[in-house]
Protein backbone atom coordinates (compact mmCIF):
# COMPACT_ATOMS: atom_id res chain seq x y z
CA UNK A 1 0.00 0.00 0.00
CA UNK A 2 1.07 3.41 -0.62
CA UNK A 3 1.04 5.96 1.68
CA UNK A 4 -1.49 8.00 -0.22
CA UNK A 5 -4.77 8.30 1.47
CA UNK A 6 -8.00 9.53 -0.23
CA UNK A 7 -11.68 10.23 1.42
CA UNK A 8 -14.13 9.13 1.19
CA UNK A 9 -14.20 5.85 -0.61
CA UNK A 10 -17.85 6.09 -2.05
CA UNK A 11 -20.16 8.82 -2.81
CA UNK A 12 -23.36 9.20 -4.40
CA UNK A 13 -24.11 12.57 -5.31
CA UNK A 14 -27.95 14.18 -7.08
CA UNK A 15 -26.97 16.04 -11.00
CA UNK A 16 -26.52 19.41 -9.94
CA UNK A 17 -24.69 18.86 -6.58
CA UNK A 18 -21.05 20.02 -5.90
CA UNK A 19 -18.98 17.51 -4.13
CA UNK A 20 -15.17 17.66 -2.23
CA UNK A 21 -13.22 14.91 -2.40
CA UNK A 22 -9.82 14.63 -0.33
CA UNK A 23 -6.31 13.39 -0.33
CA UNK A 24 -3.34 12.91 1.99
CA UNK A 25 -0.12 12.46 -0.11
CA UNK A 26 3.02 10.33 1.33
CA UNK A 27 5.25 11.97 3.07
CA UNK A 28 8.18 13.47 1.50
CA UNK A 29 6.14 14.48 -1.47
CA UNK A 30 5.30 17.58 -2.63
CA UNK A 31 3.06 17.40 -5.88
CA UNK A 32 -0.62 16.18 -6.05
CA UNK A 33 -2.20 15.21 -9.47
CA UNK A 34 -6.00 14.08 -9.88
CA UNK A 35 -7.03 11.65 -12.56
CA UNK A 36 -10.52 10.73 -13.75
CA UNK A 37 -11.28 7.29 -14.98
CA UNK A 38 -14.47 6.61 -16.31
CA UNK A 39 -15.32 2.84 -16.47
CA UNK A 40 -13.06 0.88 -19.11
CA UNK A 41 -11.01 3.83 -19.31
CA UNK A 42 -7.37 4.71 -18.42
CA UNK A 43 -6.96 7.83 -15.92
CA UNK A 44 -7.63 11.28 -17.65
CA UNK A 45 -5.48 13.75 -16.16
CA UNK A 46 -7.80 16.58 -14.40
CA UNK A 47 -5.10 18.86 -12.79
CA UNK A 48 -1.28 18.93 -10.83
CA UNK A 49 -1.03 21.02 -7.23
CA UNK A 50 3.14 22.02 -6.45
CA UNK A 51 3.36 23.96 -3.65
CA UNK A 52 -0.18 24.97 -3.14
CA UNK A 53 -0.25 26.53 -7.10
CA UNK A 54 -2.21 24.76 -9.84
CA UNK A 55 0.87 23.73 -11.66
CA UNK A 56 -1.05 21.98 -14.89
CA UNK A 57 -4.77 21.29 -16.29
CA UNK A 58 -6.07 18.63 -18.36
CA UNK A 59 -9.03 19.35 -20.75
CA UNK A 60 -11.57 19.72 -17.99
CA UNK A 61 -13.91 22.84 -17.29
CA UNK A 62 -13.55 25.17 -14.94
CA UNK A 63 -15.95 23.30 -12.50
CA UNK A 64 -13.51 21.24 -11.64
CA UNK A 65 -11.22 23.06 -9.40
CA UNK A 66 -8.48 21.93 -6.30
CA UNK A 67 -6.17 23.17 -3.56
CA UNK A 68 -3.03 22.31 -2.04
CA UNK A 69 -2.39 23.05 1.46
CA UNK A 70 1.11 23.81 3.17
CA UNK A 71 1.29 20.06 4.24
CA UNK A 72 0.58 18.80 0.92
CA UNK A 73 -2.90 17.53 1.06
CA UNK A 74 -5.47 18.25 -1.46
CA UNK A 75 -9.12 19.10 -2.51
CA UNK A 76 -10.59 18.25 -5.32
CA UNK A 77 -14.16 20.19 -5.71
CA UNK A 78 -16.52 19.55 -8.12
CA UNK A 79 -19.78 21.93 -9.32
CA UNK A 80 -22.84 21.29 -11.05
CA UNK A 81 -22.34 17.40 -10.94
CA UNK A 82 -23.65 16.02 -14.56
CA UNK A 83 -24.36 12.00 -14.92
CA UNK A 84 -21.07 12.25 -16.88
CA UNK A 85 -18.99 12.79 -13.60
CA UNK A 86 -19.72 8.95 -12.86
CA UNK A 87 -16.22 7.55 -12.25
CA UNK A 88 -13.33 6.74 -10.20
CA UNK A 89 -11.23 9.67 -9.47
CA UNK A 90 -7.72 9.29 -8.08
CA UNK A 91 -5.32 11.35 -6.63
CA UNK A 92 -1.93 10.84 -7.11
CA UNK A 93 1.43 12.11 -5.28
CA UNK A 94 4.94 12.68 -6.18
CA UNK A 95 8.22 14.56 -5.43
CA UNK A 96 8.92 17.49 -7.90
CA UNK A 97 13.13 17.77 -7.50
CA UNK A 98 15.44 19.30 -9.56
CA UNK A 99 12.92 20.04 -12.95
CA UNK A 100 12.07 16.04 -12.88
CA UNK A 101 8.48 14.93 -10.97
CA UNK A 102 9.20 11.12 -9.85
CA UNK A 103 6.52 8.32 -10.22
CA UNK A 104 3.29 9.21 -8.98
CA UNK A 105 2.19 7.10 -6.46
CA UNK A 106 -1.67 6.58 -6.37
CA UNK A 107 -4.23 6.41 -3.63
CA UNK A 108 -7.31 3.46 -3.60
CA UNK A 109 -9.58 6.43 -5.51
CA UNK A 110 -12.99 7.61 -4.29
CA UNK A 111 -15.82 6.14 -6.45
CA UNK A 112 -18.28 9.16 -7.31
CA UNK A 113 -21.78 8.01 -8.60
CA UNK A 114 -24.28 11.14 -10.32
CA UNK A 115 -27.53 10.11 -9.98
CA UNK B 1 1.79 15.79 -27.99
CA UNK B 2 2.66 12.59 -26.01
CA UNK B 3 0.45 9.53 -26.27
CA UNK B 4 0.17 5.62 -25.94
CA UNK B 5 -1.44 2.71 -27.50
CA UNK B 6 -2.10 -0.56 -25.99
CA UNK B 7 -2.99 -2.80 -28.65
CA UNK B 8 -4.36 -5.41 -26.51
CA UNK B 9 -7.72 -4.95 -24.45
CA UNK B 10 -7.61 -8.32 -22.78
CA UNK B 11 -4.41 -10.72 -22.31
CA UNK B 12 -5.40 -14.26 -21.81
CA UNK B 13 -2.62 -16.64 -20.48
CA UNK B 14 -2.48 -20.07 -18.62
CA UNK B 15 -0.69 -20.05 -15.37
CA UNK B 16 3.12 -20.72 -15.51
CA UNK B 17 3.54 -19.45 -18.91
CA UNK B 18 5.02 -16.23 -19.83
CA UNK B 19 3.03 -12.86 -20.10
CA UNK B 20 3.77 -10.04 -22.57
CA UNK B 21 1.23 -7.28 -22.30
CA UNK B 22 2.15 -4.51 -25.28
CA UNK B 23 2.64 -0.72 -25.31
CA UNK B 24 3.87 1.36 -27.65
CA UNK B 25 4.25 5.38 -27.28
CA UNK B 26 4.74 8.73 -28.87
CA UNK B 27 6.39 11.40 -27.42
CA UNK B 28 9.10 14.08 -28.52
CA UNK B 29 12.22 13.64 -26.84
CA UNK B 30 13.42 11.01 -24.84
CA UNK B 31 10.55 9.00 -23.43
CA UNK B 32 10.08 8.33 -19.43
CA UNK B 33 7.70 4.90 -19.00
CA UNK B 34 5.77 3.37 -16.22
CA UNK B 35 3.83 0.04 -16.00
CA UNK B 36 1.19 0.30 -13.45
CA UNK B 37 -1.50 -2.27 -12.07
CA UNK B 38 -5.28 -1.79 -11.05
CA UNK B 39 -6.58 -4.52 -9.40
CA UNK B 40 -10.24 -4.12 -8.56
CA UNK B 41 -11.85 -1.10 -7.03
CA UNK B 42 -8.71 -0.12 -6.49
CA UNK B 43 -6.14 2.60 -7.24
CA UNK B 44 -3.12 2.25 -10.06
CA UNK B 45 0.22 0.55 -8.27
CA UNK B 46 3.33 1.34 -9.45
CA UNK B 47 5.68 -1.55 -11.10
CA UNK B 48 8.42 -0.11 -12.62
CA UNK B 49 10.09 2.54 -14.69
CA UNK B 50 12.04 3.29 -17.39
CA UNK B 51 14.05 6.94 -16.94
CA UNK B 52 17.76 6.47 -18.62
CA UNK B 53 20.22 3.22 -18.69
CA UNK B 54 19.78 -0.27 -19.35
CA UNK B 55 16.96 -1.19 -21.68
CA UNK B 56 15.66 -4.33 -20.01
CA UNK B 57 14.00 -2.85 -16.59
CA UNK B 58 13.07 -5.29 -13.84
CA UNK B 59 10.29 -4.00 -11.10
CA UNK B 60 7.70 -5.78 -8.66
CA UNK B 61 6.55 -8.94 -8.22
CA UNK B 62 8.67 -9.96 -10.63
CA UNK B 63 7.87 -7.72 -13.73
CA UNK B 64 10.07 -6.42 -16.13
CA UNK B 65 9.87 -4.06 -19.23
CA UNK B 66 11.82 -3.58 -22.31
CA UNK B 67 12.41 -0.57 -24.20
CA UNK B 68 12.97 -0.35 -27.35
CA UNK B 69 13.60 2.91 -29.02
CA UNK B 70 13.66 1.82 -32.57
CA UNK B 71 10.16 0.49 -32.21
CA UNK B 72 8.65 2.72 -29.73
CA UNK B 73 7.47 0.27 -27.46
CA UNK B 74 7.83 -1.19 -24.11
CA UNK B 75 6.00 -4.21 -22.96
CA UNK B 76 5.63 -5.37 -20.24
CA UNK B 77 7.02 -9.22 -19.47
CA UNK B 78 7.15 -11.95 -16.52
CA UNK B 79 8.21 -15.19 -16.96
CA UNK B 80 5.85 -16.96 -15.24
CA UNK B 81 2.95 -15.59 -15.06
CA UNK B 82 0.48 -16.66 -11.25
CA UNK B 83 -3.20 -16.66 -11.18
CA UNK B 84 -3.06 -13.89 -8.93
CA UNK B 85 -1.33 -11.61 -11.53
CA UNK B 86 -4.97 -10.88 -13.06
CA UNK B 87 -5.62 -7.26 -12.91
CA UNK B 88 -5.80 -4.09 -15.42
CA UNK B 89 -2.20 -3.08 -16.29
CA UNK B 90 -1.57 0.48 -17.47
CA UNK B 91 1.28 1.92 -19.56
CA UNK B 92 2.39 5.45 -19.02
CA UNK B 93 4.45 7.96 -21.03
CA UNK B 94 6.29 11.32 -20.00
CA UNK B 95 8.43 13.64 -21.05
CA UNK B 96 10.51 15.39 -18.29
CA UNK B 97 8.77 17.02 -15.52
CA UNK B 98 5.15 17.35 -18.00
CA UNK B 99 2.33 14.81 -17.16
CA UNK B 100 2.00 11.58 -17.70
CA UNK B 101 -0.33 10.11 -20.26
CA UNK B 102 -1.97 6.64 -19.63
CA UNK B 103 -2.50 4.08 -22.20
CA UNK B 104 -6.42 2.68 -21.71
CA UNK B 105 -5.10 -0.86 -20.12
CA UNK B 106 -5.01 -3.90 -20.82
CA UNK B 107 -6.57 -6.92 -18.89
CA UNK B 108 -4.10 -9.57 -18.00
CA UNK B 109 -6.14 -12.81 -17.72
CA UNK B 110 -4.18 -15.89 -15.78
CA UNK B 111 -5.69 -19.38 -16.47
CA UNK B 112 -5.58 -21.82 -13.41
Known amino acids: ETGVTQSPTHLIKTRGQQVTLRCSSQ?????VSWYQQALGQGPQFIFQYYREEENGRGNFPPRFSGLQFPNYSSELNVNALELDDSALYLCASSSHKQGMNTEAFFGQGTRLTVV | AQSVAQPEDQVNVAEGNPLTVKCTYS??????LFWYVQYPNRGLQFLLKYITGDNLVKGSYGFEAEFNKSQTSFHLKKPSALVSDSALYFCAVKRGSYIPTFGRGTSLIVHP
Open chain 2, 27 to 32: VSGNPY
Open chain 1, 27 to 31: SGHNT
